[in-house]
C-alpha cells in the first residue's frame, strides 16, 4: 500500500520567514495530495491540494510543489505568521485506491 | 448544514466494554471514513465506505466493526476495549476519495 513520509516532524521560525514542509509517497498511481492544518485540540482542515496533472498551486501566502518523478510534494508558507502555528498533514491518495494516507504531521510554530 | 457531527465529545471505558462512536452527515457524501490519531503517528485508516452497504478495511481494523446502512451515518463499533485503544478518532466525509474531506470535532476515547 501506500507510505507517505513528512519532515520535518518538527519546525520554529521566526514570524516573516518562510517555512517548508515536504513529503515523499511511495506509490506512482497516487495521483491527489491534499495538505491539511489541526490547531491544538481541534479538527483537522483542508488548506490546499494539488492533483497530479498541475505541478504547482498557489493560494495567498500558501503553496504546493509536485515532483511525480521524484515522488514528492511540498508545502510552502511565505511571511508567516503567529495564527500559523499548528500540526500540517500531508497526505496521497490514487482514484481507484479508495484509500487517504497521511503522513506523521509536522508541528510548526511560528515565534513572534 | 451542520457538516459532520459525531457524539461523544469524550468517553471513558474500562478494558473489555463495548461501545458505539457515531459519526452522521448531511452533505450527501457517499465517501465516509474512520481515522485514529495518536501522538506522532498522524492519522491511521480504520474503516472507510464507498457508499450505503459498501465498507473496507483500512490500515489498522483490527478490534472495530462498521456499517453503512444509510448515506448520512457510518458508526463505529469497539468490540471489547483494549487500552491500546485509547485515541482522538475523526469521523470524515467527502463526494469521492480524491475530494477534500470533511472532518468532525473527533471524539477522544480513553480506555482504562
Known amino acids: 500500500g501506500e507510505n507517505v513520509e513528512q519532515h520535518p516532524s518538527t519546525l520554529s521560525v521566526q514570524e516573516g520567514d518562510s517555512a517548508v514542509i515536504k513529503c515523499t509517497y511511495s506509490?506512482?498511481?497516487?495521483?491527489?495530495f491534499p495538505w491539511y492544518k489541526q490547531e491544538l485540540g481541534k479538527r483537522p482542515q483542508l488548506i490546499i491540494d494539488?492533483?497530479?496533472?498541475?505541478g504547482e498551486k498557489k493560494d495567498q501566502r500558501i503553496a504546493v510543489t509536485l515532483n511525480k518523478t521524484a515522488k514528492h510534494f511540498s508545502l510552502h508558507i511565505t511571511e508567516t505568521q503567529p495564527e500559523d502555528s499548528a500540526v500540517y498533514f500531508c497526505a496521497a491518495s490514487r482514484t481507484a485506491g479508495n484509500k487517504l494516507t497521511f503522513g506523521g504531521g509536522t508541528r510548526v510554530l511560528v515565534k513572534p | 448544514n451542520a457538516g459532520v457531527t459525531q457524539t461523544p465529545k469524550f468517553q471513558v471505558l474500562k478494558t473489555g466494554q463495548s461501545m458505539t462512536l457515531q459519526c452522521a452527515q448531511d452533505m450527501n457524501h457517499e465517501y465516509m471514513s474512520w481515522y485514529r490519531q495518536d501522538p506522532g503517528m498522524g492519522l491511521r485508516l480504520i474503516h472507510y465506505?464507498?457508499?450505503?452497504?459498501?465498507?473496507d478495511q483500512g490500515e489498522v481494523p483490527n478490534g472495530y466493526n462498521v456499517s453503512r446502512s444509510t448515506t448520512e451515518d457510518f458508526p463505529l463499533r469497539l468490540l471489547s476495549a483494549a487500552p491500546s485503544q485509547t485515541s482522538v478518532y475523526f469521523c470524515a466525509s467527502s463526494l469521492m476519495i480524491n475530494q477534500p474531506q470533511h472532518f468532525g470535532d473527533g471524539t477522544r476515547l480513553s480506555i482504562l
Open positions: 506509490d506512482s498511481a497516487s495521483n491527489y
Open positions: 494539488i492533483r497530479s496533472n498541475v
Open positions: 465506505s464507498v457508499g450505503a452497504g459498501i465498507t
